[in-house]
């Protein structure tokens, strides 16, 4: 007797993995062209923030909108500033101290250049006001990015580069497989914790007050800002819901997947997935399938046009490096002139200061100087340690790492409130508060570089500390310190540059309908800035400028060339 086969299902013509990838699809079509209407609508010199919840998700589309572009744009200067700084003989000289003075410039430095130029530029649309706010996000953004993506290509191995030259590669294939897969593990901790310095200054970035002009943006900021102000305890929890929200989102969309696909560069442990169930779904999909399999089509045909192309213009200018010279004194020349020009300035807008203006700066500044040393200080007592163990441990990890990266992507101010109101009920003042509040924003910065510096120590070294039966203090002494030293470095400098910048939020705010305050150079920021006192504002972060750049100079520039030259895996 002979038997039937079994039966076999026919395929469906379309699954329902297809069905919400495709509702995905045209969820992100309808995004863009939301957001592409509210960028080119007309500008309102008033905007209505409304605090209904039904505008929550819009106004959370337009924040990350914003966020996202000034990522983007962060990306870009890091791989260009970042590589020139590292790779170009001489441009350390001159690009490393431009990158400490642009660090110690605080975010609302840049908001009178920004707003009043780009809304004179677009005097009658949104687009003025939009690039603004992403630029100011951008500079909450760059720094730590730049100066780890520096880091990691001043720390490549020797032998590493000796063999990309035997291997004949080219700058661009070395830049792609040796540099970028070097410098993967700490650009892409330093990308969320980035990620997490835009969102903390989100508030400033959409709601902003210079003179007599109320400059708002339709986002999350400006509705958390507008909620605090109305002391409106709903409004308050459903944007700190819809905040948490979009983090959890953005975590699943890019973190996770980038932070599986970033330990094949590290000898960590991985399951080979994506570490995403979002994005489990949609590889699932035939969308995905027939969009993946198009890509590698096209890649593997533009390859070697690509490469062939890259090569004819790279020789070409590679060649000819040597006859702009002439060329490039003149531009130095031109430069010169405009500094020269700004500095003059400068110094003018100065002269309405007196003796007394400058002594309450000085104090400020000393103050605030304490402040942030103290925060700093704090944040490394718990961050090295529990960096070393999740970093150590990809099963510790696995757990920790969603928590902290939605805790760190949280912008502090929005809380604030609440630790301020605490405090203040335990008869605890701004002064002592706003160590507080400048911890919860910097402590982060420390915490995922030691992250990314314990995960690149080689298993063979944890081995060997193991059998020659090192004890726990010899351990961090002898291995782990210094190890994480650089990582670590690059933590403290970009940590304290945070601090100074998180300054004009913790030592000024609005509470309950009236301004709290104190003595220190960030609340002199806010408070010239809020009665558009441009004389003070431009003092203040002068000063600002002048001592984050000299501390950085007599403290962190010799420690970063001991961490180079001594505490290096290859040395």
Known sequence: MISEPPFVRPPRVVEWVDL????????????????AREWSGPLQSVPIIHLEARYLPLYTLFSLSRGVCAYAVSFG????????MARVAGAERVMLPVLDILQSIP??????????GLVHLFPHQNIGLEIASVLMIFTGQVWNMTFSFYSSLKA????????????????????????????????????MMSMAGG??????????????????????????????????????????????GMILFVDQVV????????????????????????WELIRSSRIWSAVSKSWIFFAEKGQPRATASMRRVAKPL?????SFHLGGRMLVGLTGLGILSGVIKYVQLLQGLTVEDWLDLLSGTGMTFLRVIMAVVLASLWTIPVGVLIGRHPRWSRILQPAIQMAASFPAPMIFPVVVGGMLAMGVGLGTSSVVLLLLGTQWYILFNVIAGSSAIPRELWEVSRLARFSWRNRWLNLILPAIFPSLLTGCITAMGGAWNASIVAEY????????????????????????????????????????????????????HRAQTRFTLDS
């Open 318 to 322: 590679l060649r000819s490096a040597a």
């Open 20 to 35: 919400v990838v495709f509702g995905l699809l045209a969820a992100l079509i309808y995004a863009l062209v939301t957001v």
């Open 107 to 116: 975010v609302l430095g840049f908001l009178p250049g920004f707003v009043l």
């Open 255 to 278: 973190w996770r997947p980038l932070v599986a696909w970033s330990h094949k560069f590290t000898e960590q442990e991985t399951n080979g997935g994506s570490g995403s169930w979002l």
């Open 509 to 560: 705010m609005k509470y309950h309908g009236q301004t709290l305050m104190t003595m220190g150079l960030g609340a002199t920021i806010s408070q010239a800035t809020e009665r558009g006192n441009f004389h003070v504002l431009g003092a203040a972060v002068g000063v600002m400028a002048v001592t984050v750049v000299g501390f950085n100079r007599l403290v962190w520039r010799p420690l970063s």
């Open 156 to 191: 490549v191995p020797p032998d590493l580069v000796a063999v990309a030259r035997l291997a004949r590669m080219s700058w661009w294939e070395r830049f792609v497989r040796l540099d970028i897969s070097f410098a993967s593990t700490g650009l892409l901790w330093n990308s």
């Open 77 to 84: 200067f890091t791989m260009v500033y970042g590589y020139a």
């Open 199 to 244: 969102w903390f200054f989100l508030m400033v970035s959409e709601a902003f007050v210079l003179g007599e002009h109320d400059f708002r943006l339709p986002g999350l900021g400006s509705y958390m800002s507008l909620a605090i102000e109305r002391s409106d305890g709903t409004a308050q929890l459903l944007g700190v819901v819809a905040m948490l």
